[in-house]
């Protein structure tokens, strides 16, 4: 049983940065591995990255490729979600997930989602 609190999101220009954060309660965070998707008004909620248990595979989805980094600290329950570059395109909820059959870029794969946090980029 895993409970997830996304945080940092924010309104941004284009070509500024943003650092989210979820927050995973338990003790059994390590054994998960852990995404982030994200849900544009009237549109399906889409892959953006992924990461392993031991962090030692990552994904990404090729619009994100350079601008943003995934990583995640189990000694603190967090994975991170370093936005660099932003772009009005990137305007959308952004939810964290976590899953044990390991990092997908499928949604119906994951077990538990947070609530999601709001990131808005102007142009």
């Known amino acids: 049983q895993v409970q997830l609190v996304e945080s940092g999101g924010g309104l941004v220009q284009a070509g500024g940065s943003l650092r989210l954060s979820c927050a995973a309660s338990?003790?059994?965070?390590?054994?998960?591995?852990m995404g982030w998707f994200r849900q544009a008004p009237g549109k399906e909620r889409e892959f953006v990255a992924a990461?392993?248990?031991?962090?030692?595979?990552?994904y990404y989805v090729e619009s994100v490729k350079g601008r943003f980094t995934i990583s995640r600290d189990n000694a603190k329950n967090t994975v991170y979600l370093q936005m660099n570059s932003l772009k009005p395109e990137d305007t959308a909820v952004y939810y964290c997930?976590?899953?044990?059959?390991?990092?997908?870029?499928?949604?119906?794969?994951?077990?538990?989602w947070g609530q999601g946090t709001q990131v808005t980029v102007s142009s």
């Open positions: 997930a976590a899953t044990l059959r390991g990092p997908s870029p499928r949604r119906e794969e994951y077990d538990y």
């Open positions: 338990g003790r059994t965070f390590s054994s998960y591995s």
């Open positions: 990461i392993s248990w031991s962090g030692g595979r990552i």
